[in-house]
């Protein structure tokens, strides 16, 4: 349990669908991140919200579009989705982002299907 | 462009042995270097290295960094079968940016 949660753990969906991946953390952090995990490839940030506001947008696709209402929840919210992006998506907090020591907080990841 | 090379891709050892994984980098603005471990789905952090030949120790788990070779590694001693997982290795640059090498599978066989 690292404090951080991930729901749903699964997802299957077909390309034409809207789905949202949901990620809690209770660490009090003030930086949360999304990544994406695609087999034999490295983990990619997507996205970074410090403070709730958006610092990075990694050159996401618009399919993706990230939301965080507060410190402790952020939403990806997918439409219209490709096989390719079938992968396992990790939500991560940190204390702060501007003075990240680098130690992320994973959660246990949403492993995403497209069909 | 920034870059993190990580070796070997996998490794299979029996229990008691000691294993040395490797991570290579390129990057313009170093920051410091991390080491995680992702056994099923979360990544755990393990180090993080800023300064060359300082060693971090942690158990049975030990790394080292080394600027001019640019480059780290992991040691593992004793390996148990809870030590199998993916090792990975992170780059953290002055954008703060948090760049990731593949990884490495490590199989601790009893």
């Known amino acids: 349990e690292t404090g951080v949660t991930q729901t749903p753990r699964h997802l299957v969906m077909g390309m034409t669908n809207k789905k949202s991946l949901k990620c809690e953390q209770h660490?009090?952090?003030?930086?949360m991140y999304w990544y994406k995990q695609s087999a034999k490839k490295p983990l990619e940030l997507m996205f970074v919200?410090?403070?709730?506001?958006?610092?990075e947008n990694n050159s996401v696709p618009s399919r993706f579009s990230p939301e965080c209402p507060n410190s402790s929840h952020l939403f990806l919210h997918l439409h219209t989705l490709q096989p390719e992006d079938s992968a396992l998506y990790l939500c991560?907090?940190?204390?702060?982002?501007?003075?990240?020591?680098?130690?992320?907080?994973f959660g246990e990841g949403s492993r995403l299907t497209v069909l | 462009e920034d870059k993190v090379v990580q070796s070997p891709l996998s490794l299979v050892v029996h229990e008691g042995d000691t294993v040395t994984l490797n991570c290579s980098y390129e990057v313009t603005n170093f920051r410091s270097l991390l080491w995680y471990k992702q056994e099923k789905k979360a990544p755990t952090f393990l180090f993080m290295l800023?300064?060359?030949?300082i060693e971090k120790k942690s158990g049975r788990l030990s790394s080292i960094l080394d600027k001019k070779e640019l480059s780290s590694i992991l040691n593992i001693t004793a390996t148990q079968t809870g030590d199998s997982a993916i090792y990975l290795c992170a780059l953290q640059t002055g954008a703060n940016n948090l760049f990731f090498g593949t990884g490495t599978r490590l199989t601790v066989i009893p």
């Open positions: 991560a907090s940190s204390q702060d982002w501007a003075a990240n020591t680098g130690e992320l907080f």
């Open positions: 660490l009090g952090h003030n930086a």
């Open positions: 800023t300064s060359s030949g």
């Open positions: 919200y410090n403070f709730k506001e958006q610092t």
